[in-house]
């Protein structure tokens, strides 16, 4: 069992940068791929990174390739995004997620967080 919090969300500028982050209890952290996906307002959920259970291999959606981060601490039990040159239409409610790194990427995960809100102003 692996219970996720995310923090780090907020209202920010476009052009302006959040770390956002999931901390994880329990012991089997590094067991787990970990994943950062997103909802806004009336649409669906989408995958943004996934990092693997190392931190060795990344995965991201074109729609952040470039500017978005993704990263981990296992000694922390705590997963990383970093967003930079934030736009309007990043704004959504992020969460992460843990599972195998295929199901991830997929756009699956076996434990969510509750989630964080982040909002770019234009």
């Known amino acids: 069992q692996v219970q996720l919090v995310e923090s780090g969300g907020g209202l920010v500028q476009a052009g302006g940068s959040l770390r956002l982050s999931c901390a994880a209890s329990g012991r089997t952290f590094s067991s787990y791929a970990m994943g950062w996906f997103r909802q806004a307002p009336g649409k669906e959920r989408e995958f943004v990174a996934v990092i693997s259970r190392s931190g060795s291999t990344t995965g991201y959606a074109d729609s952040v390739k470039g500017r978005f981060t993704i990263s981990r601490d296992n000694t922390k039990r705590t997963v990383y995004l970093q967003m930079n040159s934030l736009k309007p239409e990043d704004t959504a409610v992020y969460y992460c997620?843990?599972?195998?790194?295929?199901?991830?990427?997929?756009?699956?995960?076996?434990?969510w967080g509750q989630g964080t809100q982040v909002t770019v102003s234009s």
């Open positions: 997620a843990a599972d195998d790194y295929s199901t991830v990427l997929a756009g699956h995960g076996r434990y």
